[in-house]
Each structure stands twice: as structure tokens, then as C-alpha cells.
DNA sequence: GTTTGTGAATGAGTTCACAGCA
DNA sequence: TGCTGTGAACTCATTCACAAAC
């Protein structure tokens, strides 16, 4: 398969919120959707959606638009969603928990393979289907469950070491959730989201 | 107080990077930080952290750097955490319930000084130190606890009759963890946090 | 008439570079 | 010498505008 081309994130980002716009009940049956359409669901406009796509090709027919299950099945390619591809979960607390149990993400294809902890307290327990294993399997597990994305529910003191425990793993994708600057290893793309910073920045814009 | 001068989003997130940078236990003790400090600690370049002070004012000292206690109180000021923000949640599934749980706000400055849901059945169950309470209450709660952030953890289908609900309660502040675009009411500031594209967007950049 | 794809123009944000102060 | 604050230069993303296709 050809290397992505590079492009903005925000752009990378927009072409999965393309992708979930198809797959709304509000375009099932439909045939085509042009890039007005497309971009009213997503809250963008029509040359972004185009500009968008244009980078990965010529999707549409000019006076027609896209043909919806073709973009859709072009856009999980693009995305390397063509697969289901499994994860993997580091750090059972209270948001990993959630994570685990978190049904958004078997409806956009993807799942929670495995559950893994430091504490000998939570390894053994039960999370809906899963039971959390010790983290000092993880590499193991990984190879054998052929999972591409790891994603860590740790406190901040723990997270820069299970970077690495998941690099060393094999695992070239990770979304973290631990405040705080990692030093990514080479071929390693991280992604992180600081819940608490979201509240901090939504509070600048308050009044008085 | 004077209004916050309109500066790039990303600029505000640094702003709150910044501002936990100066929190963490490595800065302890010392007098004054350089921004070549603080830009390493939050992963940006000098002029980065500069620029951005700059838009509000001069807090710095050639030769010396900023003062820390001084830049972190100027910080928390324009951040508008410099007083304790009580949050509400609504949505206390396994997501809704993980953020009410969840220690990284406190750590933080959040308080979540109340849960609500629609379901019956979650009404009246407890979580941690708070009580589920009915959706019904949420205008006199929001008015009694003096909340002025909403978090919003619900299935998309209720996703915009919560956004409204809030809205109508008077909060000006909600960060949405329901994906999907949201109809935003005239004077509130969303910011919408979507779990499942975040996984997406990082399987882009993953080989074959 | 409608809608795509794309080069050109615009605009926003970041980096540079340096004057000025400690 | 070390570091800040800031206008100028630059880079990169978005918007515009239009030729070509249906």
C-alpha cells in the first residue's frame, strides 16, 4: 500500500469526521452526497471537504457528487479502517474502566482487545468481558492479539514508562491520556488528550 | 476585569500547559523560569512561550526570566482559574461515571459538584460523594451550586437537547464528549472531545 | 443548472532576528 | 553575557474562483 501522503492533521481529522457523516442514519438509502452536504454535517465547508479528498484523489463526479459507499469505503481506506484493529488498554482505574466499557468505540470499529495493570490488586478482575492482566504480559499479548494501538489510562508518574514498555511491544500508534510531555520514541506516534486541560481551556473564555 | 483579547485556540491551550508546567514538582523551589524552560517542559519553542505571554502583557525580566510564583498567579488569571469553577455533569453511564470519579480534576481546580441523568433507574444510585440526580433538577441545581461549566457524557441521539438544557440554565461553558456536530446557542463556547475519532485519526498513520 | 478539482489569493499562526534591559 | 518583547519574514492552511464534467 502507498505511504499517506502528508497533510495537516486537522485534516486528518476532518476525514474522520467525513467518514462518521456517511455512516449517519441521515444518509442511509441515499446514493450520492456532494461535498455541500458533507460539509453542513460536518460543520466545514464545501472546499475544505474537496480540498480534502483531493489530496487522496478524484472521488466524485462533477454535477453528481460522491457516490456514498464508494467515498466511504475510499475514506476507511484512507484511514486504515478497512480492518478492524484491535487495542489495547494500559491502566484499569477510573477512566480505563470506562475505556473498556466505552461503547463508542466497538460502533466505529474498534476493540478493546486487552486490559492491562501494574497493581496486583485489579489484575484478575473482571471489566464487562475482559479480565485485566498483569502489564508485565504485554508484549506477549500484543504479538499474539495482533493489536496496532495501545492506549494509556495511567497516572502522569507511570506514563513515559509505558510509552516505552509499548514501543518496545512493537506498537506504532497510541493514544494517551495522561497530563504531562512524552518523549516518543522513533516510529511511535503519540496522541494525547489532557481532560483537565479541555476544562482549563473552555475557562478562558468565560466572563468576568 | 478586561475581556480576554481573542487569540488562536491553540495559543490557549498552550497557555494551559504553560500553567501546569509551573505546577509540577520539578519547578519547586526555584524563584524564576526562562521561557527556554518552560517551552522544553511543554514541548514548544522559546519564542512560542514568549508570543504568547506577550498577548497580555510583560511578565518577564531580561536577563532574569519570569518570576514563577508571579507567572503562574498572571496565568491562573487569565486561564480564569483563579477561583474554584464548579462543574455539573449530565450522563452518568460508564464514561459519565468515570469522569465523576475521575482525580485529575480536583488536581486540577474542577470541582464536579453534580451528576444528573434522565434514566430512572440511575437517579438516586450514588457516585463517590455524589448523588445522581433527575436532568429536571439541573436549572435549579446549576443556579444553587453557582456552576459555570458543563460536561456533557451521553449518547449523540440526546447530545443537542443537553447542549440546550445547559444553555438554558445559564452556563456559558460545556465540553461535549458525545461525537457529532452540535447546534451551538448564541453566547456558549462548546468544545467537543470525540474518543472514537482521536483512535481514528492515529490509525492514519500507521503502515500497510 | 449543478458540482467537482485545483491553481491562485488570502489569511492566520509560527519562527526569525534583533533592539533593549538586567 | 543572558533573556525578554516584538515587528518583520515566512510557512502553511483555508478560501476563492473558475474551467471542465455531468
Redesign the pocket.
Known amino acids: 500500500m502507498s505511504p499517506n501522503p502528508?497533510?495537516?492533521?486537522?485534516?486528518v481529522t476532518?476525514l474522520a469526521t467525513y467518514l462518521r457523516v456517511l455512516s449517519e442514519r441521515q444518509v442511509e438509502g441515499r446514493l450520492?452526497?456532494?461535498?455541500?452536504?458533507?460539509g453542513a454535517a460536518a460543520g466545514?465547508?464545501?472546499?475544505?471537504?474537496?480540498?480534502?479528498?483531493?489530496?487522496f484523489?478524484?472521488?466524485?463526479?462533477?454535477?453528481?457528487?460522491?457516490d456514498l459507499e464508494q467515498l466511504r469505503y475510499h475514506l476507511a481506506r484512507i484511514l486504515r479502517l478497512d480492518r478492524v484493529r484491535p487495542a489495547v488498554l494500559v491502566g484499569a482505574g477510573s477512566l480505563g474502566s470506562a475505556l473498556a466499557r466505552y461503547t463508542g468505540f466497538p460502533q466505529r470499529g474498534f476493540r478493546i482487545a486487552a486490559v492491562f495493570d501494574i497493581d496486583p490488586q485489579r489484575v484478575g478482575t473482571k471489566l464487562g468481558e475482559l479480565t485485566v492482566e498483569h502489564v508485565d504480559c504485554l508484549s506477549r499479548r500484543v504479538a499474539e492479539l495482533g493489536a496496532s494501538i495501545g492506549i494509556i489510562a495511567v497516572p502522569r508518574w507511570a506514563c513515559q514508562s509505558v510509552v516505552e514498555q509499548l514501543a518496545a511491544a512493537g506498537l506504532q500508534a497510541i493514544l494517551n491520556f495522561a497530563p504531562g510531555k512524552v518523549d516518543v520514541p522513533e516510529g511511535v506516534n503519540v496522541r494525547s488528550v489532557d481532560l483537565a486541560r479541555e476544562l482549563e481551556c473552555l475557562a478562558y473564555y468565560l466572563p468576568g
Chains 1, 2 share one sequence.
Open positions: 502528508v497533510i495537516p492533521d486537522t485534516a476532518r450520492h452526497v456532494s461535498s455541500a452536504f458533507i466545514v465547508s464545501p472546499d475544505q471537504v474537496r480540498k480534502d479528498l483531493s489530496h484523489g478524484e472521488f466524485g463526479r462533477p454535477g453528481v457528487g460522491y
